[in-house]
């Protein structure tokens, strides 16, 4: 089983619809993250966030949102989609602890959103 | 704030030809920087690291890294790349004093033809 699990893993959805994308991790990390995907483009953060009560907006966060229910779980939330949101998203987690933290990302198998 | 730049965008290369896949950043201070493979149709995983010590590193599959201070740059380096290493890499580099954001170059495409 995957260690970071992302649901659903292909979605259509029209434009003006609420989506959620979900992120569970069996890591026990602390830290979990939002990416979008997009050709050429690279990964850009949309949402970070370093414990339950921490969320943070990363660079492109405008028309997302997100929720951290548990240690484990985080989800992304498109409260009215649009075609230009149409990409894929990583949720991600890294560890927080003793000894050197190097910020090494583990990835989730990505959730493709096309937005019609 | 930190960023990336990859000069290549896609590559293409026959099998055994050696591969260098520029990546530079740009930030003032300590920094921990990675090379990051996604194959088709999979998410990423990395494929090495450097956080201190010695500047070149040895990853997975072959694979190496030099990091250069002076010249901002992590290349990644393979002497002979197989079919198998078809992939797209994407640099990453974060402040080692706030390693929990990572900032993304835009990637490269490595195609190797059998």
């Known amino acids: ?116 | 704030a930190q960023s990336v730049s990859q000069h290549n965008h896609h590559v293409i290369l026959s099998e055994a030809a050696s591969l260098e896949l520029g990546c530079n950043y740009s930030y003032g201070g300590t920094v921990n920087l990675f090379w990051y493979v996604q194959y088709p149709g999979q998410h990423l995983q990395l494929l090495l690291k450097y956080f201190s010590g010695d500047p070149l590193v040895k990853g997975i599959k072959g694979f190496e890294a030099e990091f250069i201070k002076s010249k901002f740059s992590f290349n990644l380096r393979k002497p002979s790349v197989q079919w198998s290493d078809t992939a797209e890499y994407f640099c990453a580099v974060n402040a080692a004093t706030n390693a929990g954001k990572s900032t993304f170059g835009d990637g490269t495409t490595l195609t190797v033809k059998p």
Request: proline share 3%; aromatic share 10%; glycine share 10%.
């Open chain 1, 1 to 116: 089983d995957a260690d970071v699990t992302q649901t659903p893993r292909n979605r259509i959805t029209k434009t003006g619809k609420r989506i959620m994308l979900e992120c569970s991790q069996t890591k026990g990390h602390d830290r979990m993250y939002w990416y979008r995907q997009d050709p050429g483009l690279g990964l850009r953060l949309i949402y970070y966030s370093f414990d339950v009560k921490d969320i943070n907006k990363g660079e492109i966060s405008d028309g997302y949102s997100v929720s951290r229910q548990a240690q484990a779980k985080f989800s992304l939330s498109l409260e009215s989609a649009i075609p230009n949101q149409t990409a894929l998203y990583f949720c991600a987690t890294s560890a927080l602890g003793g000894g050197i933290n190097t910020g090494e990302l583990f990835f989730g198998e990505g959730s493709r959103l096309t937005v019609l």
